[in-house]
């Protein structure tokens, strides 16, 4: 099946996270039908991982996409558009499996290297840590990769071209959420309890204070609160109201001392209240840390295939669970350019749209970064 086909059959059946259970079978049979290749499945729930050998080299390679959908409702009208309703491939995963499917049977057929590919296909990267999840199951272990490398596609760069950073390319994700509570009554009696609603109107401002007054200028990092919760009548004062939010940082110790503030502020405003604070703060996914020299080989990679790689100016701070693959492995995270610089719809947006057309860019991109790790 060309890929564009095989492309657009995961997008018209999405699934999520660690429930990729016919994505995982259709790319298993796809790669079962390439001669040489040797296939794994159900590492880490629905991953899986193909194994490429050429030559008699011991040096290897782990080539990583993500396999998961989101629980988006697809806005984009194409005939190939998903057919289970609320699930979409928002993020272009199915681009993703796509590239490396393809980057399988090309370096299966031509075989211009000397050791071991590891074609990695990863599950429920949207927060749930599948990442992780495989490494946990022995990924490493079973499949000593070397170096490990992994693309997304980024809708604001220019199709055709790609970009990459040493150090620091995703951020790190936490979570938060504080619970305000009073006591609940009268609104025409706002003596008798701590108004939990005053409070937490409070808490938001103090909070919004926390990245531009305790973290250094230099620094980067985002403090942003998306969710309110509380109160359900016109004249009664709620017993309890919460706050919730994320924070994004790339230096561990930035983000301690944010969830330090955070406590601190959280705990100050209840006692100015009267109001009692309980805080939940969650570390989901660490900073993606891209290795200097893994960043200047996927971007050498890249200017082979693209003609056109830079070094990133700035990271993102959006957040990747390919950064448990480099805590493990050295490596590096990239980006290739999808061609909609402010004319399409962003990732995780119920219009976005794949561009088929950086296809054979990516796929192009890992046969690459294998033939050059594994020159022979
Ligand atoms: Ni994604």
Same mark, same amino acid.
């Given at each position: 099946?060309?890929?564009?086909?095989?492309? !657009?059959?995961? !997008?018209?059946?999405? #699934?999520?996270?660690?429930?990729?259970?016919?994505?995982?079978?259709?790319?298993?049979?796809?790669?079962?039908?390439?001669?040489?290749?040797?296939?794994?499945?159900?590492?880490?729930? *629905?991953?899986?991982?193909?194994?490429?050998?050429?030559?008699?080299?011991?040096?290897?390679?782990?080539?990583?996409?993500?396999?998961?959908?989101?629980?988006?409702?697809?806005?984009? $009208?194409?005939? =190939?558009?998903?057919?289970?309703?609320?699930?979409?491939? /928002?993020?272009?995963?199915?681009?993703? +499996? @796509?590239?490396?499917?393809?980057? @399988?049977?090309?370096?299966?057929?031509?075989?211009?290297?000397?050791?071991?590919?590891?074609?990695?296909?990863?599950?429920?990267?949207?927060?749930?840590?599948?990442?992780?999840?495989?490494? #946990?199951? $022995?990924?490493?272990?079973?499949?000593?990769?070397?170096? &490990?490398?992994?693309?997304? %596609?980024?809708?604001?760069?220019?199709?055709?071209?790609?970009?990459?950073?040493? /150090?620091?390319?995703?951020?790190?994700?936490?979570?938060?959420?504080?619970?305000?509570?009073?006591?609940? /009554?009268?609104?025409?009696?706002?003596?008798?309890?701590?108004?939990?609603?005053?409070?937490?109107?409070?808490?938001?401002?103090?909070? %919004?204070?926390?990245?531009?007054?305790?973290?250094?200028?230099?620094?980067?990092?985002?403090?942003?609160?998306?969710?309110?919760?509380?109160?359900?009548? !016109?004249?009664?004062?709620?017993?309890? +109201?919460?706050?919730?939010? *994320? +924070?994004?940082?790339?230096?561990?110790? +930035?983000?301690?001392?944010?969830? @330090?503030?955070?406590?601190?502020?959280?705990?100050?405003?209840?006692?100015?209240?009267? *109001?009692?604070?309980?805080?939940?703060?969650?570390?989901?996914?660490?900073?993606?840390?891209?290795?200097?020299?893994?960043?200047?080989?996927?971007?050498?990679?890249?200017?082979?295939?693209?003609?056109?790689?830079? &070094?990133?100016?700035?990271?993102?701070?959006?957040?990747?669970?390919?950064?448990?693959?480099?805590?493990?492995?050295?490596?590096?995270?990239?980006?290739?350019?999808? /061609?909609?610089?402010?004319?399409?719809?962003?990732?995780?947006?119920?219009? =976005?749209?794949?561009?088929?057309?950086?296809?054979?860019?990516?796929?192009?991109?890992? &046969?690459?970064?294998? #033939?050059?790790?594994?020159?022979?």
């Amino acid at each position: 099946m060309p890929l564009v086909a095989f492309r !657009h059959d995961l !997008h018209a059946h999405p #699934e999520l996270g660690f429930e990729e259970h016919r994505t995982a079978a259709r790319i298993a049979a796809a790669l079962r039908d390439i001669e040489g290749m040797d296939v794994f499945t159900g590492i880490g729930g *629905t991953g899986l991982v193909a194994v490429l050998k050429a030559g008699s080299s011991d040096r290897s390679i782990g080539l990583r996409a993500d396999m998961d959908a989101l629980p988006i409702q697809e806005e984009t $009208g194409l005939s =190939y558009a998903s057919c289970t309703p609320g699930i979409f491939h /928002g993020c272009g995963h199915d681009g993703h +499996v @796509a590239m490396l499917l393809g980057a @399988a049977q090309h370096l299966a057929r031509t075989k211009r290297f000397d050791g071991t590919v590891y074609f990695i296909f990863q599950p429920a990267e949207e927060g749930q840590g599948g990442a992780r999840a495989m490494i #946990e199951a $022995g990924l490493f272990d079973r499949f000593p990769a070397d170096e &490990v490398y992994a693309l997304h %596609n980024w809708p604001d760069l220019p199709a055709g071209t790609a970009a990459t950073r040493p /150090g620091p390319i995703m951020a790190a994700a936490d979570r938060f959420e504080i619970v305000l509570e009073g006591k609940g /009554g009268h609104a025409a009696i706002p003596h008798h309890t701590p108004d939990a609603i005053l409070a937490a109107s409070d808490l938001v401002g103090q909070l %919004n204070t926390i990245v531009s007054r305790r973290i250094a200028p230099t620094d980067l990092a985002v403090l942003s609160i998306t969710q309110i919760h509380g109160g359900h009548a !016109h004249n009664v004062l709620p017993p309890c +109201v919460s706050v919730s939010g *994320t +924070v994004r940082s790339f230096d561990p110790v +930035v983000q301690d001392g944010i969830e @330090a503030a955070l406590r601190q502020v959280a705990e100050g405003v209840a006692l100015a209240s009267g *109001t009692k604070a309980k805080v939940t703060y969650d570390r989901s996914y660490p900073a993606t840390i891209n290795d200097p020299d893994a960043a200047e080989k996927a971007l050498a990679a890249a200017a082979r295939v693209c003609g056109h790689a830079h &070094v990133a100016p700035a990271p993102a701070l959006t957040s990747e669970d390919f950064a448990f693959m480099l805590h493990a492995r050295k490596g590096a995270y990239s980006w290739l350019g999808q /061609g909609q610089e402010g004319k399409g719809a962003p990732l995780h947006h119920p219009r =976005y749209d794949f561009n088929d057309d950086v296809l054979a860019t990516g796929m192009n991109w890992h &046969v690459a970064l294998a #033939e050059q790790l594994l020159s022979a």
